[in-house]
């Protein structure tokens, strides 16, 4: 047995917060008990002394882009998931945009089985809405179901007809699937690279207004009123979105969502290098703060955050999305979407605690139990049966993010050079230590 002795549980699972020692059996967590390590339990177990530190379930991240299949040379399903377990992560689920996108069961058994034998996180794969997520035929989500995928999503593009959208909502609710969508009216971002507001406006930069996101999210909140389906929305960035999607809930609507680090933290003026000039120094247009959806305004950000801590927004999930030195180092219309995030996002959401923009309870949630039950899955709990997917943290560990130094074979941080504090000393998944920071 290992026992992580005397740490500050916190479990909201569990509605844990306070010391307590977790026993972990093999494959599956004993037990979460107040009494520590006894000298007979040091003599015949491993013992990890956890006084100082914080114990969390591990987390769950429902948004994850690894590239293989396809773009190895930005990242493998083992460099992905060695990152993951690096940032506490230890449940992933795997983004179809890959090459061949995953809209078979072939590709989505390939996904399942490169993760079982690396070994790291957890590796689930996501499946596709529509084959080659052309947003015109619907992919055979049987199978896809069949195969191991824990979602269907067209992620990366929006399923451009409401009655594709409808039939697929529609065959996914007859095989108890969230639909992830992303939330895009193609009609009025395309052409824009930044959100549309004063930022764009000032760096002469075409923008994407916050309309394209709310439109589509409104769409399929009333398509999944009408079919009944589970709904869930991906990266949601905008309040209009918040807004729409808590007055949904309130109506009974099967919709669940998720935020991701980046769009809680930054702002649009992210990309006149206002995030690099926080760090090192400073470049006049910042490609790592290119995404899609976009960062938005402040007042965006406040939304996500009041949505965090209400439970609006169930999950935090990275979008993890590597991309090249190439990819980036283009000018700012050109360079390709995506942040990486797995290494950085427990220390980013443990930022907004010590902000006192969010409680500590509520923040583990939206990393563990809020994103294992908008999916249905068994993980982010340290209850007794539960596999044993744990982290040990220490809280006040202040360390400098060096993507050159990450696991992720990306480097195309916003946060680079940021000093962030929190760090994950040891990850357990299923029992088995796979990450350990040095020295712990
Ligand atoms: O920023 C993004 N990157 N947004 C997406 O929708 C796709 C993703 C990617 O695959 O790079
Ligand atoms: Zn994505």
New binding site residues.
């Given amino acids: 047995m290992i026992l992580l002795d005397a740490g500050r549980v916190i479990d909201p699972s569990q509605k844990i917060d306070g010391t307590r020692t977790v026993l972990i059996d093999g494959e599956r967590i004993k037990e979460v008990r107040e009494q520590g390590a006894t000298p007979a339990e040091k003599l015949v177990h491993t013992v990890i002394d956890c006084r100082g530190r914080w114990i969390l379930p591990g987390l769950v991240d429902l948004h994850v ?1 690894l590239r293989e299949p396809g773009e190895e040379g930005k990242e493998t399903i083992a460099t992905g998931a060695r990152a993951a377990v690096a940032g506490g992560v230890t449940t992933i689920v795997a ?1 179809p ?1 890959t090459r061949p996108v995953c809209d078979s069961a072939a590709v989505a058994r390939f996904v399942a089985a490169r993760g079982r034998e690396a070994g790291f996180a957890r590796v689930l794969p996501a499946g596709a809405i529509t084959r080659g997520s052309n947003g015109e035929q619907l992919a055979d989500m049987a199978e896809l179901k069949e195969a191991g995928c824990v979602c269907v999503t067209d ?3 929006p399923v451009m007809s409401a009655g594709v959208m409808r039939r697929a909502l529609e065959y996914a609710r007859d095989l108890d699937l969230p639909v992830m969508v ?1 939330a895009e009216d193609l009609t009025l971002s395309s052409g824009g690279c930044m959100n549309e507001g004063p930022a764009a406006t000032r760096l002469g930069l075409p923008g994407i207004p916050a309309a394209a996101e709310v439109a589509m999210v409104q769409r399929d909140l009333l398509l999944a009123e009408l079919t009944g389906a589970r709904l869930h929305v ?2 949601v960035s905008a309040a209009g979105s918040v807004r729409a999607i808590r007055e949904a809930k309130a109506r009974g609507v099967r919709v669940t969502c998720e935020a991701a680090p980046h769009h809680f933290t930054l702002t649009d003026e992210a990309v006149a290098g206002v995030a690099a000039a926080l760090g090192p120094a400073g470049e006049p247009y910042d490609a790592h703060a ?4 976009p960062l938005r305004a402040e007042s965006d950000r406040r939304a996500i955050i009041g949505a965090l801590d209400d439970g609006t927004i169930d999950a935090i999930a990275t ?1 993890h ?3 090249g030195a190439g990819d980036k180092q283009l000018e700012f219309i050109n360079a ?4 990486i995030g797995l290494e950085t996002s427990l220390a980013l959401t443990l930022a907004l605690v010590r902000a006192g923009d969010l409680p500590i309870s509520r923040a583990v949630e939206r990393l563990t139990f809020g994103p294992a039950r908008a999916f249905g899955l068994p993980y982010g709990t340290l209850a007794s049966g539960a596999t044993a997917d744990a982290v040990v943290v220490d809280p006040e560990r202040e360390w400098k993010v060096e993507p050159q130094r990450f696991f992720s074979r990306s480097r195309n941080s916003p946060f680079s050079g940021w000093t962030l504090r929190g760090r994950v000393l040891r990850t357990y998944v299923g029992g088995k230590l796979v990450h350990t920071e040095q020295g712990q």
């Fill in positions: 882009h983004m945009n992620d990366g593009r992303h991906a990266h290119k995404m899609n959806p979008d999305a590597p991309h390709l979407n995506g942040v």
